[in-house]
């Protein structure tokens, strides 16, 4: 039985119909995913014409009625192919009675509009020599369109075909209709549902989704011509696509066969990319416009990767996704991370073929160190990317003995962070040295925040012959672990901050400020947090000082116990016995000019509120909530610019004029400034300023210590209180 054709030879044998059920023709609408589809199609069908390759275009299946053909499945294909024969005859002036004839054999059912459309289009004449840049154009404005068919999705799909495959074919010089016909370039295999007891409900529930086509099953049909086995073929629509059912049954949610393609193309997609980057440097514009269509043939035309993926697509049969490594590889949305730890785990399979019992501790070994390196590196470009796929490249070809490498080699380890390739150095010749040191360091390595890198800690536990100690290590860890939690790096009013402060000056410099440390997990953030306190060799011993000082047993009031004993003097006092300073650094960060002179932002600017934090820290002490009679209101002034924040007495009402004083710190001479103005900006009464004299004022300024500035303004607020009595 004879089940290759070609669509002429199927034309000629059959009048072909598309029935009512079948959805609207989608294949060339102007939506950008399909048309990147429908070039790529096309540039596939010329290129078989040609250069005399054959292209099969996979099952047509349908059912006969005498010698009418009623397509279930293959509707869009057949479509498409009828419109490039009409147009390959025009343009090549073929379009003979003999030729029309058969091309009115193709129909559609599916709307009295469609059916005329064909009918017209291949029956009346169209002057190919003046057609300029859309051929549609010269359809459109023909007499015997109906513009009412311009609101036929088909027609309009038909149209927009048709203005493609002028681009695609206007430019061929070469006479190719006879080849079109005669040759056995473009077939398919058209499979009648009776001779294979099929019913078309079986289709109807297939294809009544009423959808175009989606790109998976568009990429599936190319792609799997590149498969040459039988059996690799059928794991593509069996074992291979069970790994992605599975997925999709593991997210509790409803399991939706639309999800599943997509997951499925999104692997494609991603993989692709991975095994891209081996050979060819990309861009920007290239990871932004990158599509899947225009570029898996430059890689699967290789049988080199055919091979390789065949071998991923089996490892993953037999492995657990316990890290979400391939879980987040199929995002849309996917990283550089996420590719890249996905690219270690395909280096794996590509070695092994699938997990077993026999290689699952190299696996676990390479994941690791892979995993420690990817993470703690930053990749924010295409270049990194592609510097970090060659450099895993590289490092694959040591997957079985990754710990031997790495504690030999660590030089020769390329473009990954110079202190995390001497870390896993460091690591790998302990675990050499004593197996006992790899589930130690994997306890802490897996904690959300260090992720792989605890080279801090490794440095806390050496003995005194400088010698690492198992023992040191895992206390450092334990009380690390619970310092590091949600529990106290936001919360228990920053008590973990505040008694680092007591161990010293740990903030870090963050451009123009200083920054108590955000616990972010993104690794931007960590490094230019709480890693530079981890890698400056002043700073992490106070975190070691900390740490040796608190009883894992009971870190928050271990932590009070440091806060309460504090002799510190400095500006971190006020900070160090009040937690809502830390609270009103909304990005943690102060702006620090010297000892003397320090701010509390509640932004990251200057011209956002800000507090001096000696004068604030004044004001709560000696001026909030006190009565300094006969001024009515105490409060502190917070600056939006470079005006110095300060506190404020005020509403003393005499004469005319309001009377207030400013108190803010003068960093010069560790003393504070108190102005006394008229907010009517009036000359002060006589009597005021012989008040002032009195009380040491020059120029309406006063500069006083602070042990004796309260008591101060108490006494000239006293002698100002008898002016309204008088």
Request: hydrophobic share 35%; net charge negative.
């Given at each position: 039985?004879?089940?290759?054709?070609?669509?002429?030879?199927?034309?000629?044998?059959?009048?072909?119909?598309?029935?009512?059920?079948?959805?609207?023709?989608?294949?060339?609408?102007?939506?950008?995913?399909?048309?990147?589809?429908?070039?790529?199609?096309?540039?596939?069908?010329?290129?078989?014409?040609?250069?005399?390759?054959?292209?099969?275009?996979?099952?047509?299946?349908?059912?006969?009625?005498?010698?009418?053909?009623?397509?279930?499945?293959?509707?869009?294909?057949?479509?498409?192919?009828?419109?490039?024969?009409?147009?390959?005859?025009?343009?090549?002036?073929?379009?003979?009675?003999?030729?029309?004839?058969?091309?009115?054999?193709?129909?559609?059912?599916?709307?009295?509009?469609?059916?005329?459309?064909?009918?017209?289009?291949?029956?009346?004449?169209?002057?190919?020599?003046?057609?300029?840049?859309?051929?549609?154009?010269?359809?459109?404005?023909?007499?015997?369109?109906?513009?009412?068919?311009?609101?036929?999705?088909?027609?309009?799909?038909?149209?927009?075909?048709?203005?493609?495959?002028?681009?695609?074919?206007?430019?061929?010089?070469?006479?190719?209709?006879?080849?079109?016909?005669?040759?056995?370039?473009?077939?398919?295999?058209?499979?009648?549902?009776?001779?294979?007891?099929?019913?078309?409900?079986?289709?109807?529930?297939?294809?009544?989704?009423?959808?175009?086509?989606?790109?998976?099953?568009?990429?599936?049909?190319?792609?799997?011509?590149?498969?040459?086995?039988?059996?690799?073929?059928?794991?593509?629509?069996?074992?291979?696509?069970?790994?992605?059912?599975?997925?999709?049954?593991?997210?509790?949610?409803?399991?939706?066969?639309?999800?599943?393609?997509?997951?499925?193309?999104?692997?494609?997609?991603?993989?692709?990319?991975?095994?891209?980057?081996?050979?060819?440097?990309?861009?920007?514009?290239?990871?932004?416009?990158?599509?899947?269509?225009?570029?898996?043939?430059?890689?699967?035309?290789?049988e080199k990767y055919i091979s390789e993926i065949i071998s991923v697509f089996n490892g993953l049969i037999?492995?657990?996704?316990?890290?979400?490594?391939?879980?987040?590889?199929?995002?849309?949305?996917?990283?550089?991370?996420?590719?890249?730890?996905?690219?270690?785990?395909?280096?794996?399979?590509?070695?092994?073929?699938?997990?077993?019992?026999?290689?699952?501790?190299?696996?676990?070994?390479?994941?690791?160190?892979?995993?420690?390196?990817?993470?703690?590196?930053?990749?924010?470009?295409?270049?990194?990317?592609?510097?970090?796929?060659?450099?895993?490249?590289?490092?694959?070809?040591?997957?079985?003995?990754?710990?031997?490498?790495?504690?030999?080699?660590?030089?020769?380890?390329?473009?990954?962070?110079?202190?995390?390739?001497?870390?896993?150095?460091?690591?790998?010749?302990?675990?050499?040295?004593?197996?006992?040191?790899?589930?130690?360091?994997?306890?802490?390595?897996?904690?959300?925040?260090?992720?792989?890198?605890?080279?801090?800690?490794?440095?806390?536990?050496?003995?005194?012959?400088?010698?690492?100690?198992?023992?040191?290590?895992?206390?450092?860890?334990?009380?690390?672990?619970?310092?590091?939690?949600?529990?106290?790096?936001?919360?228990?009013?920053?008590?973990?901050?505040?008694?680092?402060?007591?161990?010293?000056?740990?903030?870090?410099?963050?451009?123009?400020?200083?920054?108590?440390?955000?616990?972010?997990?993104?690794?931007?953030?960590?490094?230019?947090?709480?890693?530079?306190?981890?890698?400056?060799?002043?700073?992490?011993?106070?975190?070691?000082?900390?740490?040796?000082?608190?009883?894992?047993?009971?870190?928050?009031?271990?932590?009070?116990?440091?806060?309460?004993?504090?002799?510190?003097?400095?500006?971190?006092?006020?900070?160090?016995?009040?937690?809502?300073?830390?609270?009103?650094?909304?990005?943690?960060?102060?702006?620090?000019?010297?000892?003397?002179?320090?701010?509390?932002?509640?932004?990251?600017?200057?011209?956002?509120?800000?507090?001096?934090?000696?004068?604030?820290?004044?004001?709560?002490?000696?001026?909030?909530?006190?009565?300094?009679?006969?001024?009515?209101?105490?409060?502190?002034?917070?600056?939006?610019?470079?005006?110095?924040?300060?506190?404020?007495?005020?509403?003393?009402?005499?004469?005319?004029?309001?009377?207030?004083?400013?108190?803010?710190?003068?960093?010069?001479?560790?003393?504070?400034?108190?102005?006394?103005?008229?907010?009517?900006?009036?000359?002060?009464?006589?009597?005021?300023?012989?008040?002032?004299?009195?009380?040491?004022?020059?120029?309406?300024?006063?500069?006083?210590?602070?042990?004796?500035?309260?008591?101060?303004?108490?006494?000239?607020?006293?002698?100002?209180?008898?002016?309204?009595?008088?």
């Amino acid at each position: 039985m004879k089940t290759k054709y070609t669509f002429w030879e199927l034309l000629s044998n059959y009048r072909i119909e598309i029935p009512k059920i079948q959805r609207d023709y989608a294949q060339g609408r102007k939506e950008p995913d399909i048309i990147n589809i429908v070039d790529t199609f096309l540039e596939d069908i010329k290129k078989s014409i040609i250069e005399h390759k054959e292209l099969n275009l996979d099952f047509v299946y349908g059912k006969v009625e005498d010698t009418v053909l009623i397509p279930l499945d293959g509707q869009q294909r057949l479509t498409t192919l009828f419109l490039i024969h009409w147009y390959i005859a025009l343009k090549e002036n073929k379009l003979t009675s003999e030729v029309k004839s058969i091309l009115l054999k193709f129909s559609y059912e599916t709307r009295v509009s469609s059916e005329d459309f064909c009918k017209y289009l291949v029956s009346e004449n169209i002057d190919y020599s003046i057609i300029n840049n859309n051929i549609s154009d010269e359809i459109t404005d023909s007499e015997w369109f109906f513009l009412s068919w311009e609101f036929d999705p088909t027609v309009s799909a038909m149209l927009n075909m048709l203005d493609l495959i002028h681009d695609k074919f206007k430019r061929v010089k070469e006479k190719i209709f006879d080849k079109l016909v005669e040759g056995i370039n473009v077939t398919f295999q058209f499979l009648p549902l009776e001779q294979f007891k099929l019913t078309d409900e079986l289709y109807i529930k297939m294809n009544a989704r009423g959808k175009p086509l989606t790109e998976f099953e568009n990429f599936k049909a190319n792609f799997s011509q590149y498969l040459t086995r039988l059996e690799d073929k059928s794991k593509l629509d069996n074992e291979w696509l069970d790994v992605f059912w599975d997925f999709e049954k593991n997210n509790e949610t409803e399991i939706l066969t639309d999800n599943v393609d997509k997951q499925f193309f999104s692997f494609f997609k991603n993989i692709t990319l991975n095994f891209y980057t081996e050979e060819n440097y990309i861009d920007k514009d290239f990871i932004d416009n990158y599509n899947l269509f225009k570029n898996y043939n430059n890689v699967y035309d290789s049988e080199k990767y055919i091979s390789e993926i065949i071998s991923v697509f089996n490892g993953l049969i037999t492995y657990n996704d316990t890290e979400d490594v391939f879980k987040n590889f199929l995002s849309s949305s996917v990283n550089y991370w996420e590719r890249l730890r996905f690219y270690s785990l395909s280096k794996f399979f590509i070695q092994f073929g699938q997990v077993d019992k026999e290689n699952v501790e190299y696996l676990n070994k390479w994941m690791r160190i892979t995993g420690n390196l990817i993470n703690n590196t930053l990749i924010q470009s295409p270049s990194n990317y592609v510097d970090a796929i060659r450099s895993v490249n590289d490092l694959s070809a040591n997957i079985s003995t990754i710990y031997e490498f790495v504690s030999n080699s660590n030089e020769k380890i390329k473009y990954f962070s110079r202190i995390q390739i001497n870390e896993e150095n460091q690591k790998a010749k302990l675990i050499l040295n004593d197996l006992r040191w790899e589930s130690i360091l994997i306890s802490i390595e897996k904690h959300s925040y260090f992720d792989g890198q605890v080279g801090f800690l490794l440095d806390f536990s050496r003995n005194n012959e400088g010698k690492h100690e198992k023992k040191y290590f895992k206390e450092y860890s334990l009380k690390s672990i619970k310092l590091f939690s949600e529990q106290f790096s936001e919360g228990y009013d920053f008590l973990f901050q505040r008694a680092l402060l007591v161990k010293g000056d740990y903030l870090v410099d963050k451009n123009q400020n200083k920054t108590f440390c955000l616990f972010d997990k993104a690794l931007r953030t960590k490094n230019d947090n709480w890693r530079k306190v981890f890698n400056d060799e002043r700073k992490k011993l106070y975190l070691k000082e900390l740490l040796d000082e608190i009883d894992d047993s009971n870190i928050e009031l271990s932590l009070k116990k440091v806060i309460d004993n504090n002799t510190v003097k400095d500006w971190r006092k006020s900070i160090i016995e009040d937690p809502s300073n830390i609270a009103y650094c909304q990005y943690r960060e102060i702006r620090q000019y010297s000892d003397n002179n320090v701010y509390l932002l509640s932004k990251r600017q200057m011209n956002g509120r800000h507090k001096e934090i000696y004068s604030w820290d004044l004001f709560k002490r000696e001026f909030q909530h006190k009565n300094f009679f006969p001024f009515k209101n105490v409060w502190y002034w917070e600056s939006t610019s470079w005006e110095e924040p300060c506190i404020i007495i005020s509403e003393f009402n005499y004469n005319g004029g309001r009377f207030v004083f400013e108190i803010e710190f003068d960093d010069r001479n560790n003393k504070y400034r108190v102005s006394f103005k008229d907010r009517n900006e009036g000359a002060f009464p006589d009597i005021i300023i012989k008040i002032l004299k009195k009380f040491g004022f020059k120029n309406d300024f006063l500069s006083l210590k602070e042990d004796k500035l309260s008591d101060k303004i108490k006494e000239i607020s006293l002698e100002l209180s008898n002016l309204n009595k008088d």
